[in-house]
């Protein structure tokens, strides 16, 4: 209501002023566009709600076709005058196309992000470069013994560069007082880095612009891991993170300060920031395990395990995200029971129904992976509840999951026809919807094996051949030794000596590389403590400590980015000899 109260006063100025200045067909104008804005203002903040809360399919939809339709409404030379709203939208789009699985219409939205931003980044460049011209000519200009000639010249310049920046920056006057520095919570700021929404009375902000461009860097790494385009995605990483790194010194989070010792008015930004840092940290992991990189991968859960334990209450539910990520590298180095208990514990720290599922599906694969009849029955007892409720869940990333776990335990339970049906249906949901060429590959993998064991080689080659080529696109050691494996066991079969001897030397050279990474691993100090069957030990704030850290009511919540974000972390390939030695036992099978 406040707020209402505030922007009728508002539009009573401007009408006022209108009045004085204005026809009245350009004062229908202006009234016209201020209303439009207004309504895309509430339209963004209604979808926001609508997308942390999900309760229904179609009022998500609803709200989202509303923001198309009033944006769309907005003129062009308007928008422009709405970057924080622009940013906002577009944003929102993307978490929910990516709640959806749609990546292919979430891409414009991506494009435009990135777009959006490299200009705002110039164009902010350009106002610090004048207000800094400003500032040597307001030193030139106090001087007492300016010739008046010279002091007439510079006081033209002096009014064209700030007629400039009112252009620039959409400021209403430019004085001394209009150039001082914004604020966002305690963070003194200079002119021109404020991503406001849109002209006042809605020139507030959704978040600071540093903290706008870190989650860009992050969208843009979230969709070009999958697709293995790990250049960039490195760049913007640690793009993002020296962003971060900036703003937390600016809060005085230094080396060796916990959330304790922040002040109150930190307590909240801090919290952003944080978030943002773990979700690049995420990032990194996932692409580091996925090129084999054990020890940077190491690196990187150590960072995150250190700003765990100096922010516990503020990264509180990221604990569970380190859990998973235990679980990942201890797959990816084969310690697959330590990578079950991993995420089992994971599970037990999430509220989150998508996570849940997620982690249980990858300790489905470590218990499938160890290949003892208790360890199979551990993963159907975790597979089960997961898929008689995969069609629940928006968008595929759950149900392409389980349909990789429960088509890899029928495998190994020699039900090889129904095995493939399950993998093939996974394999079409992942290409179409995710674009996980990591994943790909290794349905490809699964699929080529199993035409081999059916006899079908003319696929089986064909496949296999498929999935080399991406794992070798990823730099994926383990699943082209994977490949490698199954297409020396199809050249066997057929007969093909000369293929299967050279193919037999590659996979060699490649398990020594692997083997050589498996080493380093180990002997890292980091090893041990990264797998071992603990959870984090963690320093309880006092009363006094947590209520203080929680003073605000928004410090529990993150920014809602979905769980596609940093959840879709590709399942480590399990080893080759225990994929590819189908199990000739027939151990009893259960069936979901």
């Given at each position: 209501?406040?707020?209402?109260?505030?922007?009728?006063?508002?539009?009573?100025?401007?009408?006022?002023?209108?009045?004085?200045?204005?026809?009245?067909?350009?004062?229908?104008?202006?009234?016209?566009?201020?209303?439009?804005?207004?309504?895309?203002?509430?339209?963004?903040?209604?979808?926001?709600?609508?997308?942390?809360?999900?309760?229904?399919?179609?009022?998500?939809?609803?709200?989202?076709?509303?923001?198309?339709?009033?944006?769309?409404?907005?003129?062009?030379?308007?928008?422009?005058?709405?970057?924080?709203?622009?940013?906002?939208?577009?944003?929102?789009?993307?978490?929910?196309?990516?709640?959806?699985?749609?990546?292919?219409?979430?891409?414009?939205?991506?494009?435009?992000?990135?777009?959006?931003?490299?200009?705002?980044?110039?164009?902010?460049?350009?106002?610090?470069?004048?207000?800094?011209?400003?500032?040597?000519?307001?030193?030139?200009?106090?001087?007492?013994?300016?010739?008046?000639?010279?002091?007439?010249?510079?006081?033209?310049?002096?009014?064209?560069?700030?007629?400039?920046?009112?252009?620039?920056?959409?400021?209403?006057?430019?004085?001394?007082?209009?150039?001082?520095?914004?604020?966002?919570?305690?963070?003194?700021?200079?002119?021109?880095?404020?991503?406001?929404?849109?002209?006042?009375?809605?020139?507030?902000?959704?978040?600071?612009?540093?903290?706008?461009?870190?989650?860009?860097?992050?969208?843009?790494?979230?969709?070009?891991?999958?697709?293995?385009?790990?250049?960039?995605?490195?760049?913007?990483?640690?793009?993002?993170?020296?962003?971060?790194?900036?703003?937390?010194?600016?809060?005085?989070?230094?080396?060796?300060?916990?959330?304790?010792?922040?002040?109150?008015?930190?307590?909240?930004?801090?919290?952003?920031?944080?978030?943002?840092?773990?979700?690049?940290?995420?990032?990194?992991?996932?692409?580091?395990?996925?090129?084999?990189?054990?020890?940077?991968?190491?690196e990187a859960l150590v960072q995150m395990k250190n700003w765990f334990m100096?922010?516990?209450?503020?990264?509180?539910?990221?604990?569970?995200?380190?859990?998973?990520?235990?679980?990942?590298?201890?797959?990816?180095?084969?310690?697959?029971?330590?990578?079950?208990?991993?995420?089992?514990?994971?599970?037990?720290?999430?509220?989150?129904?998508?996570?849940?599922?997620?982690?249980?599906?990858?300790?489905?694969?470590?218990?499938?992976?160890?290949?003892?009849?208790?360890?199979?029955?551990?993963?159907?007892?975790?597979?089960?509840?997961?898929?008689?409720?995969?069609?629940s869940f928006v968008g595929v990333r759950e149900k392409t999951g389980v349909?990789?776990?429960?088509?890899?335990?029928?495998?190994?339970?020699?039900?090889?026809?129904?095995?493939?049906?399950?993998?093939?249906?996974?394999?079409?949901?992942?290409?179409?919807?995710?674009?996980?060429?990591?994943?790909?590959?290794?349905?490809?993998?699964?699929?080529?094996?199993?035409?081999?064991?059916?006899?079908?080689?003319?696929?089986?080659?064909?496949?296999?051949?498929?999935?080399?080529?991406?794992?070798?696109?990823?730099?994926?050691?383990?699943t082209q030794i994977w490949v490698l494996s199954v297409l020396t066991a199809?050249?066997?079969?057929?007969?093909?000596?000369?293929?299967?001897?050279?193919?037999?030397?590659?996979?060699?050279?490649?398990?020594?590389?692997?083997?050589?990474?498996?080493?380093?691993?180990?002997?890292?100090?980091?090893?041990?403590?990264?797998?071992?069957?603990?959870?984090?030990?963690?320093?309880?704030?006092?009363?006094?400590?947590?209520?203080?850290?929680?003073?605000?009511?928004?410090?529990?919540?993150?920014?809602?980015?979905?769980?596609?974000?940093?959840?879709?972390?590709?399942?480590?390939?399990?080893?080759?000899?225990?994929?590819?030695?189908?199990?000739?036992?027939?151990?009893?099978?259960?069936?979901?």
């Open positions: 209501m406040s707020h209402l109260l505030c922007v009728n006063c508002q539009l009573s100025t401007m009408l006022n002023k209108i009045k004085d200045n204005l026809c009245f067909a350009s004062a229908l104008s202006v009234i016209s566009c201020f209303i439009i804005m207004e309504q895309m203002f509430f339209a963004t903040s209604i979808l926001h709600v609508r997308l942390m809360q999900w309760d229904d399919d179609n009022l998500v939809e609803q709200a989202v076709n509303r923001c198309n339709q009033i944006w769309e409404s907005i003129a062009p030379d308007k928008r422009r005058q709405c970057p924080g709203l622009l940013f906002y939208n577009e944003l929102l789009h993307i978490f929910y196309r990516l709640r959806l699985c749609d990546y292919k219409n979430a891409a414009p939205h991506v494009d435009n992000l990135d777009a959006a931003m490299k200009i705002d980044m110039q164009q902010t460049q350009r106002i610090q470069e004048l207000v800094k011209e400003l500032n040597t000519l307001d030193q030139s200009l106090s001087r007492s013994d300016l010739h008046y000639r010279d002091r007439t010249a510079l006081s033209k310049k002096q009014t064209m560069i700030q007629e400039q920046l009112q252009n620039m920056t959409g400021l209403s006057s430019i004085g001394q007082e209009s150039l001082q520095p914004v604020y966002f919570g305690n963070v003194r700021r200079i002119i021109g880095d404020k991503l406001q929404l849109a002209p006042p009375p809605i020139d507030g902000e959704w978040l600071p612009k540093s903290a706008v461009y870190a989650l860009v860097d992050l969208i843009v790494v979230v969709f070009g891991r999958p697709k293995g385009l790990f250049k960039e995605c490195a760049k913007r990483i640690q793009s993002g993170m020296n962003i971060i790194q900036d703003e937390l010194l600016k809060l005085g989070i230094t080396d060796g300060v916990r959330e304790v010792d922040l002040q109150h008015s930190s307590i909240w930004m801090a919290g952003v920031y944080l978030m943002l840092l773990i979700q690049f940290l995420e990032n990194k992991v996932a692409i580091e395990l996925t090129r084999a990189e054990f020890v940077e991968a190491q100096r922010f516990p209450t503020i990264l509180q539910a990221c604990e569970c995200i380190f859990e998973m990520l235990r679980g990942q590298y201890a797959h990816s180095v084969g310690c697959y029971h330590e990578a079950a208990f991993h995420f089992i514990e994971a599970v037990k720290l999430t509220d989150s129904k998508s996570m849940q599922a997620m982690c249980q599906v990858y300790a489905a694969v470590s218990y499938i992976c160890i290949g003892d009849a208790e360890s199979s029955s551990q993963a159907l007892d975790l597979i089960g509840p997961v898929y008689g409720v995969m069609d349909l990789f776990a429960y088509g890899l335990l029928l495998m190994k339970q020699q039900d090889l026809q129904e095995a493939r049906n399950r993998l093939a249906r996974g394999l079409q949901l992942t290409h179409t919807y995710l674009g996980n060429l990591q994943f790909v590959s290794q349905y490809l993998t699964i699929l080529g094996s199993l035409a081999l064991a059916l006899h079908d080689t003319v696929q089986a080659r064909e496949i296999l051949r498929s999935s080399l080529t991406l794992a070798k696109k990823l730099y994926d050691i383990p199809l050249y066997k079969e057929l007969g093909e000596r000369g293929n299967e001897m050279e193919n037999a030397e590659y996979q060699n050279k490649k398990l020594e590389d692997l083997q050589r990474r498996l080493a380093n691993a180990h002997a890292s100090i980091y090893h041990i403590e990264i797998i071992d069957k603990v959870r984090l030990e963690v320093h309880q704030l006092n009363d006094l400590d947590i209520k203080r850290a929680m003073a605000d009511p928004t410090m529990g919540v993150n920014l809602d980015i979905p769980e596609s974000i940093g959840l879709s972390a590709p399942l480590s390939a399990p080893s080759s000899s225990r994929l590819v030695d189908i199990d000739t036992r027939r151990r009893g099978k259960r069936r979901i």
